[in-house]
């Protein structure tokens, strides 16, 4: 088919892309009804993350969200949005808490900033302790961070000098897993699996190795279901053990769309871990503080990692925080006479973040949100599973408050949309629609095209039922463009 004669059967003729991801767009507000003043100067200086900032003219408006309230956000213009996407998996507790504002403010004007370099202030300290009391097993040291990217390459690099400091020299590489996203840093995206974020960077930090994931859409029946996990062990045994340091994972990949492990995955890994010296690190950026029903992801799944990396609902994101998480074990050789993890942000373990992450546990425990996840979650997969009569939904998966929705061009066959046909789905269309129905989810395609969604923790049934809502007649509307596409192209 000659893109021209695409071009011109397009659908989608006349929409503009706006985003690398899930932004909406083309369906935006329409620049005429924004206030100018912050049109114009989002345009001219605000530098946006991961964003075709070249889409945004005066016929598409930056949407611009000015004021949250629960489970919705307010734009400009005093539209009304369900968040169903927690800001980016971060506001757990909803919007508009004043409590943790508060917590910050006192803060603030007690302490408004000391650091955690050779320096310990009460916040830190008791956040610290909070968290260990919190996490499962031995996982009793934190190491504060002021995101997940910082989390994560703090858990290599103290993988790395963990073995060093028991003499192994060699230990230096990272296992992780193809489409996993591990953050943008030279050393977390060294773990990142996702090839377009890599190459413009390369060459990156040495050492980061790929092995399946866990996404099981589209395995055959025969295939044995711990495969994924066993190809960890020859990655291992290829890469040469004594120069491994650690496998990172996430309990439900993000990447890809909510990829959950197989019965029994991630005990087989701490087996292969276990048998090769090589350390289990949790990326739990997304997947702790109720998230998927528990504090930490790795509960739920039942596996002991040696450290887990977090950030975003740690705060529920109202201010900057992450944390490295490290087991008794991996802190020893760091507690004893002159040595010590050379490593440190300005930043970490703020006093004012460590209070909001203090109110937040407050906020979290009162009113036990993983709780509310694991009571509801049924109800939500139920409501999502609803969708799967619709020609275009291939797969639901996910777990908790953390789901996706994989969209195929064939049910029978699953066959994917072409790069071609998965832009114009998700950016000329859906992104755009959904938003302007006032739904914020993300529509996806760094792996197969998807719909993503991970709602508020505080979300029920009446959130899922407007989302389900939204979802429908816009799926029901792309099923029917992308078929009105396909046969044009087939003409
Ligand atoms: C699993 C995981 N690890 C690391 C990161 C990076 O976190 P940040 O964007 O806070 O640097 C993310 C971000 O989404 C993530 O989902």
């Known amino acids: 088919m000659a893109g021209s004669d695409l071009n011109e059967a397009n659908p989608a003729a006349g929409l503009a892309d706006t985003s690398d991801s899930w932004a909406p767009g083309p369906s935006g507000p329409a620049v005429a009804e924004a206030p100018d003043r912050l049109q114009r100067l989002a345009r001219e200086h605000l530098w946006m993350h991961f964003t075709r900032m070249g889409s945004y003219d005066a016929d598409h408006a930056v949407p611009v969200i000015v004021r949250g309230e629960g489970c919705y956000v307010y734009d400009e213009n005093g539209k009304r949005y369900l968040d169903g996407l927690s800001a980016l998996y971060c506001v757990n507790a909803g919007h508009g808490r004043a409590e943790l504002g508060e917590a910050a403010a006192a803060q603030a004007a007690k302490l408004g900033f000391y650091t955690n370099w050779s320096y310990a202030h009460p916040p830190a300290i008791e ?95 025969q295939r044995d279901e711990l495969w994924a996990a066993d190809a960890i062990e020859e990655a291992i045994e290829f890469e040469g053990t004594d120069t491994v340091a650690a496998v990172i994972l996430e309990p439900v990949q993000n990447g890809g769309g909510c990829f959950t492990p197989q019965e029994g995955y991630f005990q087989r890994v701490r087996e292969i871990c276990d048998r090769h010296g090589v350390l289990l690190i949790s990326d739990e950026v997304i997947c702790s503080w109720g998230r998927i029903g528990h504090w930490f992801g790795c509960e739920r799944y039942g596996y002991q990692p040696d450290m887990i990396t977090t950030a975003k609902g740690i705060s529920s994101a109202y201010v900057p925080l992450g944390a490295l998480i490290a087991g008794d074990h991996i802190a020893e050789p760091f507690l004893q006479g002159k040595s010590s993890f050379v490593h440190g942000f300005t930043f970490g373990g703020h006093p004012v973040a460590c209070a909001v992450g203090l109110a937040n546990i407050d906020l979290m425990e009162r009113e036990d949100l993983p709780g509310n996840v694991r009571a509801n979650e049924g109800l939500f997969r139920e409501m999502l599973d609803g969708l799967r009569d619709l020609p275009i939904v291939g797969d639901v998966r996910g777990a908790g408050y953390f789901h996706a929705i994989e969209l195929v061009k064939d049910k029978e066959t699953k066959e994917t949309f072409d790069d071609e046909e998965s832009e114009y789905l998700l950016r000329g269309f859906l992104s755009g629609e959904l938003y302007k129905r006032g739904l914020i989810c993300r529509t996806d395609d760094r792996g197969d095209p998807i719909v993503q969604l991970s709602p508020p923790l505080i979300a029920g049934r009446a959130e899922f039922e407007e989302i389900v809502g939204i979802l429908r007649p816009v799926l029901t509307e792309a099923s029917e463009r992308m078929e009105s596409w396909s046969s044009l192209s087939r003409a």
């Open 127 to 221: 956040l610290a302790a909070r968290i260990a009391g919190l996490t499962p097993g031995n996982l009793n040291r934190v190491f504060f961070t002021s995101g997940g990217s910082e989390a994560v390459e703090s858990a290599w690099k103290l993988a790395k000098a963990y073995h060093r400091a028991r003499g192994d020299m060699n230990r230096y590489k990272l296992i992780s897993r193809n489409l996993a996203y591990h953050g943008v840093s030279m050393g977390a995206l060294s773990a990142t699996g996702l090839p377009p974020l890599r190459e413009p960077f390369e060459p990156l930090t040495p050492g980061g190795v790929h092995v399946p994931n866990t996404n099981s859409y589209r395995w055959s029946e």
